[in-house]
C-alpha cells in the first residue's frame, strides 16, 4: 500500500441501512478527514481526526459518524442511510493539524442511496 | 465570514494558450492558500501552496500561482495549457477560526481543446 486506500470503490444501499466506508493511510500520518463532493458544491469536511483518539465535527456531520481507534484508520459510518447522503466520499489525511501541510486524497467511494 | 470563491465554473482554452484560473478569499490573519486538481474519476492531488514568502508560488506540472494580498486573490496559471490539464482545480485556503481546516472553493472545470 502506498498511500490512502479506500474500500468499497462504490456501492448502492437501500435507505435505512447502515454502512461503514473504510479509509486506511500507511504514511503514518497524524491528521485524517472526511469529505463528501456534490455537484458544484466542491468538497466539504464531515469529520475529521488530529490524531488517534480523538475526532471532531466537520461542516456536514449530521447523520455521519467516525472513529479513531489507531494511527491508520478512520472509518465513516453512516448509521441509517437517507437519499441525501448519495455522493463520492473523500479520506484524507495529512502529517500536520496547524493547516501547513497539503492533504493526500484517496480514491474516493461513490455512494447511492436509494 | 471566512470564505473563498471561485467565480468560473468552467474556463475553455486552446492547446498552448495561457491558462488562468482565478481564486478570490476572504480568511482573517495571514492566509495559507492551496490549489488542488482532480482528474476524472479520481482524487485530489495536490498542486501547490502559499504560506509565505515569495507572492509567486510554482507548483506541479508548471502551475503556479500568483499570492495578491491587496487584492485577496490566488489566482493559478499556466503559460501554456496541455489537453491533459484538462480537470477539475479546487481553490483552498486553510481558515482558522474551523480548525484550521481547508475550506473547498465550488471548483472550476478546465476544458483545454487541441
Known amino acids: 500500500i502506498a498511500g490512502i486506500t479506500q474500500a468499497p470503490t462504490s456501492q448502492i444501499l437501500a435507505a435505512g441501512r447502515r454502512m461503514t466506508l473504510r479509509c486506511t493511510q500507511d504514511?503514518?500520518?497524524?491528521?485524517m478527514y472526511w469529505y463528501r463532493q456534490d455537484l458544484g458544491l466542491g468538497l466539504r469536511l464531515i469529520h475529521y481526526s488530529n490524531t488517534a483518539g480523538t475526532t471532531g465535527k466537520g461542516e456536514v456531520p449530521d447523520g455521519y459518524s467516525v472513529s479513531r481507534a489507531n494511527t491508520d484508520d478512520f472509518p465513516l459510518t453512516l448509521a441509517s442511510a437517507v437519499p441525501s447522503q448519495t455522493s463520492v466520499y473523500f479520506c484524507?489525511?495529512?502529517?500536520?493539524?496547524?493547516?501547513?501541510?497539503?492533504?493526500?486524497f484517496g480514491p474516493g467511494t461513490r455512494l447511492t442511496v436509494l | 465570514a471566512q470564505s473563498v470563491a471561485q467565480p468560473e465554473d468552467q474556463v475553455n482554452v486552446a492547446e498552448g494558450n495561457p491558462l488562468t484560473v482565478k481564486c478570490t478569499y476572504s480568511v482573517s490573519g495571514n492566509p495559507y492558500l492551496f490549489w488542488y486538481v482532480q482528474y476524472p474519476n479520481r482524487g485530489l492531488q495536490f498542486l501547490l501552496k502559499?504560506?509565505?514568502?515569495?507572492?509567486l508560488v510554482k507548483g506541479s506540472y508548471g502551475f503556479e500561482a500568483e499570492f495578491n494580498k491587496s487584492q485577496t486573490s490566488f489566482h493559478l496559471k499556466k503559460p501554456s495549457a496541455l489537453v491533459s490539464d484538462s480537470a477539475l482545480y479546487f481553490c483552498?485556503?486553510?481558515?482558522?477560526?474551523?480548525?484550521?481546516?481547508?475550506?473547498f472553493g465550488g471548483g472550476t472545470r478546465v476544458l483545454v481543446k487541441p
Open positions: 502559499y504560506i509565505t514568502g515569495d507572492n
Open positions: 504514511m503514518r500520518h497524524n491528521a
Open positions: 484524507a489525511s495529512s502529517g500536520e493539524t496547524g493547516g501547513y501541510n497539503e492533504q493526500f
Open positions: 483552498a485556503p486553510r481558515i482558522k477560526a474551523a480548525g484550521n481546516k481547508l475550506t
